[in-house]
């Protein structure tokens, strides 16, 4: 069965330094989202791809954040200078062009800033 | 901000027992899903119910939306040990283009 790789599973990094997040979605899945979740919490979106465009990135903290699809396949999320409150749940979903919304998640990244 | 919110926002029982959850939602909506979170894992989709749907169901669940009090249940029949989770609902905000806005979740524990 098809599902949606991230990679890394865990990051750990000092604050002020650099992280990328990687996905590759389910093959043929035109829209791709980006969700960042603190524990205990649900996920909040950050960022909505179709195909290579943005749909919306009005959560996405952009001054320090950024996500590309240059291919329309899969993804980046980089965060640069990463601060001691982006520690959370990264995680990427696809869902494909159908109508019905259901979203294919990715296992996440689970990012700790020290 | 939140669409849904789940209640109650924890949940222990027995191996065996039923168990209900419940989400509320704010604005009108066209679909609702329940999706499932292991600890540490990803989202997983358990099922989908429309809104001109009242209930649904898939195996040992089975899901009511009454969309007059904008409120729907997710019933988990004879539960097991592996169904330990994070369950939350998702709504489509109003306006949106392709997105779901998810509730903060109940944790079930099942206990053998």
């Known amino acids: 069965e098809a599902e949606v790789a991230q990679s890394p599973r865990y990051k750990i990094t000092e604050k002020s330094q650099a992280v990328a997040f990687w996905c590759d979605p389910i093959s043929g899945h035109a829209t791709l989202y980006w969700y960042r979740q603190i524990l205990g919490q649900g996920p909040e979106l950050l960022v909505q791809f179709q195909d290579e465009s943005v749909v919306d990135d009005s959560q996405l903290p952009k001054d320090r954040f950024s996500a590309e699809r240059l291919k329309g396949v899969d993804s980046t999320l980089k965060i640069q200078p990463a601060e001691l409150g982006d520690s959370a749940m990264y995680l990427c979903?696809?869902?494909?062009?159908?109508?019905?919304?259901?979203?294919?998640f990715g296992p996440g990244t689970r990012l700790t800033v020290t | 901000s939140q669409q849904g919110e789940e209640d109650p926002q924890a949940l222990s029982i027995q191996e065996g027992e039923n168990a209900t959850m419940n989400c509320s939602y704010k604005t009108s909506i066209n679909n609702l899903q329940w999706y499932r979170q292991n600890s540490g894992r990803g989202l997983v989709h358990l099922i989908l119910?429309?809104?001109?749907?009242r209930e649904k169901h898939s195996g040992r669940l089975r899901v009511t939306l009454d969309t007059s009090k904008k409120s729907s249940s997710l019933l988990i029949t004879a539960s097991r040990a592996a169904d330990t989770a994070s369950y939350f609902c998702?709504?489509?905000?109003?306006?949106?283009?392709?997105?779901?806005?998810f509730g903060s979740g109940t944790q079930l524990t099942v206990l053998p």
């Open positions: 998702a709504t489509p905000p109003s306006g949106s283009a392709r997105q779901l806005t």
């Open positions: 119910i429309r809104s001109n749907e």
């Open positions: 979903a696809s869902s494909p062009r159908e109508d019905l919304y259901e979203q294919y």
